[in-house]
């Protein structure tokens, strides 16, 4: 083989073609590699979809309605409104029991045998400056401070945040805090002979939190001299009414229209007997439904799990998997059509009361007293959760529909890289170097060059098909030379 046979297989060949296929390759890896990446991604999307969709059927809806339904009943004909209530007599007898037991726990050697007496004992053991009753008091000839609705125009007696913080105030600087008509009243020196117990600021801070709780138990059954149910404390709900006119008086912001005419309406609900006391007894039917509801999905799902699991694969902890009514979206959606059920039937009754007492307008007393507000909030809550899970379902097809569309892309891409492999990937026809060089198998090695510059998409016309075509080539180009 002479020196223009060599020169002609340069001609033929790329020295950099082996780097070029080293570089596919390596590309040829990475985009494997992240195609299996957004296979994993895909599959944990696909994954959390359905665990936030419900698998609920047509039973689970029918029985959680049903159970919505006789609650919705149950609240119409045994909570009613107060002093109509016979769940609320039960919820009425239970708090006089549990102020008998407090009181008998912190006054193990007075008489704690009556309700009055209970708490009488308590008044004394947890002494406080706000709890003028507006008998005989400057208070009720100021703003109407009577023993009916000090409780609730008393803002240390709201069983809120605020109130708290106005009974540690007033303990401290021996005050009362009042709301009455829209107006932030203040009594100083309201009463002579307090005294905050404590040798400093934290022990004082702890003493006037315990006086605010134990003064708060011993007037959830009304004051020492009631007569009859008495005046409890007033609803965490209706009491933010007063709370909210404090604040505002406080950062001297204009009270609205509103926010009087609302503290009005829970200052008149409240005289009427609504209070922690009933609104514990509305709280029952509420529970009632959530109860049932996730005993309903628990054993239809225990029947189906004993009805399509063999013995021998039997265990606790995937029977507790099966049926566990607590984290899953399917009895999630189960409550909320139960809450839903519910709130639609005293909703309506209420609405359907109220127009029926207000001699032809709609009273709004009659409606909020018969309003299961415990209710609503529970169901509140169940549409917020169905909002945030339906949020998070959105989000995730749409990450879906980004991850199905670069997976295109990408094997696209895979497929691009394999077809430069193949063509690139030569290392056994280039062998014919070699063979040219070292041996006289020139017919194999040429019938490889051929090969190759077919491959690599050469005019039929440049190809060199003989070694006629070789010597003429060459020759050719001496003579140019």
Same mark, same amino acid.
């Given at each position: 083989?002479? %020196?223009?046979? *060599?020169?002609?297989?340069? #001609? $033929?060949?790329? /020295?950099?073609? =082996? ?6 390759? !390596? ?109 005989? %008091?400057?208070? *009720?000839?100021?703003?109407? #401070? $009577?023993?009916? /609705?000090?409780? =609730? ?6 069983? !809120? ?321």
């Amino acid at each position: 083989m002479d %020196d223009n046979d *060599s020169l002609f297989l340069e #001609l $033929n060949i790329d /020295n950099d073609n =082996f780097t070029f296929a080293s570089s596919v390759l !390596s590309a040829l890896s990475d985009a494997e590699a992240e195609l299996q990446s957004l296979d994993n991604r895909l599959s944990e999307t696909l994954e959390t979809i359905k665990n936030l969709t419900p698998e609920c059927d047509k039973t689970d809806y029918a029985l959680s309605a049903s159970s919505g339904a006789l609650c919705g009943i149950i609240d119409i004909f045994l909570v009613g409104k107060p002093g109509e209530s016979p769940i609320g007599k039960i919820t009425d007898s239970w708090f006089e029991n549990r102020t008998k037991d407090f009181a008998k726990l912190c006054c193990p050697n007075k008489d704690n045998s009556t309700i009055s007496s209970a708490i009488k004992n308590l008044e004394e053991k947890f002494r406080i400056p706000y709890d003028q009753r507006g008998a005989g %008091d400057a208070a *009720s000839e100021i703003f109407d #401070l $009577n023993p009916k /609705n000090h409780h =609730f125009k008393s803002l240390a007696h709201n069983p !809120s945040l605020c109130g708290l913080f106005f009974s540690i105030l007033d303990q401290f600087t021996n005050t009362s805090h009042f709301v009455s008509d829209g107006e932030l009243i203040s009594l100083q020196d309201a009463d002579g002979s307090f005294e905050l117990r404590g040798s400093n600021i934290p022990s004082k801070m702890f003493c006037a939190f315990v006086n605010w709780i134990g003064h708060l138990i011993s007037d959830m059954s009304g004051s020492s001299s009631s007569k009859g149910r008495g005046m409890g404390i007033p609803s965490p709900f209706w009491s933010w009414k007063n709370d909210v006119i404090a604040i505002k008086r406080k950062l001297n912001i204009p009270v609205s229209q509103f926010d009087k005419s609302a503290s009005e309406l829970a200052l008149k609900i409240y005289k009427e007997g609504y209070d922690v006391r009933f609104q514990t007894a509305q709280a029952i039917p509420v529970f009632i439904n959530e109860m049932v509801v996730r005993l309903i999905y628990t054993i239809r799902r225990l029947i189906k799990y004993f009805s399509y699991t063999t013995k021998e694969n039997r265990s606790f902890s995937l029977m507790w998997m099966s049926c566990e009514p607590f984290s899953n979206e399917t009895v999630k959606r189960m409550l909320t059509v139960a809450h839903g059920t519910f709130c639609l039937i005293d909703i309506g009754n209420a609405t359907i009361r109220g127009f029926a007492t207000g001699g032809g307008c709609f009273n709004v007393t009659e409606f909020v007293m018969r309003l299961n507000i415990v209710g609503v909030g529970r169901f509140a809550i169940s549409l917020y959760g169905e909002s945030k899970r339906g949020i998070q379902v959105y989000n995730a097809k749409e990450e879906v529909y980004f991850i199905a569309r670069e997976k295109i892309i990408i094997i696209d891409y895979i497929e691009g890289l394999k077809t430069l492999s193949d063509v690139y990937d030569d290392q056994y026809l280039l062998t014919f170097i070699d063979k040219l060089q070292n041996s006289d198998m020139y017919i194999e090695a040429f019938q490889k060059t051929v090969m190759l510059a077919k491959k690599r998409n050469v005019p039929e016309g440049e190809i060199l098909n003989a070694k006629s075509d070789i010597d003429s080539y060459f020759c050719g180009g001496k003579r140019d030379v």
